[in-house]
């Protein structure tokens, strides 16, 4: 079962809280609102699909500020959508540039509002699915035996068998058994599918 979407919703503002919570769930979603920045972040869980629909002046923890901490948690990617009363420009650029998905003023537009959340919700599900890629190929990886991985390592640099072999101190014979338990563990038939498989792991030299 897939898990629902969520909009965070966070504003130190009752009115706007209780305002926009009551548009989006007129509009299908689930909306979990927040008065504090301190509050939002005690419970957040970057594991459950949503976005976050942030306020940018609040006291004690700006909009700006609780980005980058929802950014610097271990695992978490929440696409954020950003509201605002006074909106300028270097603040509006600043939040894109860390990777906001919309800046929006107050009084907020329905549509606008929408579209920034359909937008957050698409970005949300592909980093989940390359998320979820990734771990997949990690614990691939994770099953080579440690002379597999070196034996990847140089595959994947463009040496051949031969070449391997003679920086490995072995014979051509037992490289080529290796490479193929190795290619046979992580899935792949082709080297050219083996390099992009590395890439993904940063393990390309």
């Not at 937008?119 to 990690?138: C, M, N, P, T």
């Amino acid at each position: 079962m897939t898990e629902k979407f969520t909009v965070y919703l966070v504003d130190d503002d009752p009115g706007v809280l209780k305002a926009l919570s009551r548009l989006l769930r007129a509009g299908g979603y689930d909306v979990r609102p927040y008065s504090s920045p301190q509050l939002f972040l005690a419970e957040h869980d970057a594991a459950a699909p949503g976005c976050a629909v942030l306020d940018v002046s609040m006291p004690g923890l700006d909009g700006m500020e609780l980005q980058r901490a929802l950014a610097a948690s271990a695992g978490s990617h929440r696409p954020v959508v950003f509201v605002t009363a006074k909106g300028d420009i270097p603040t509006s650029v600043r939040a894109m540039k860390a990777g906001a998905i919309d800046f929006l003023t107050k009084p907020v537009k329905e549509k606008d509002l929408f579209e920034a959340i359909a937008r957050a919700e698409a970005r949300d599900a592909e980093l989940r699915r390359l998320h979820s890629e990734l771990g997949s190929i990690q614990a691939k990886f994770d099953n080579l035996t440690p002379r597999e991985r070196e034996v990847l390592v140089h595959v994947v640099a463009g040496r051949l068998n031969k070449q391997i072999a003679s920086e490995l101190g072995t014979v051509e014979k037992t490289i080529k058994v290796h490479r193929g338990r190795m290619m046979e563990k992580l899935g792949v038939r082709t080297v050219a599918d083996l390099v992009r498989m590395a890439e993904k792991l940063n393990l390309s030299r």
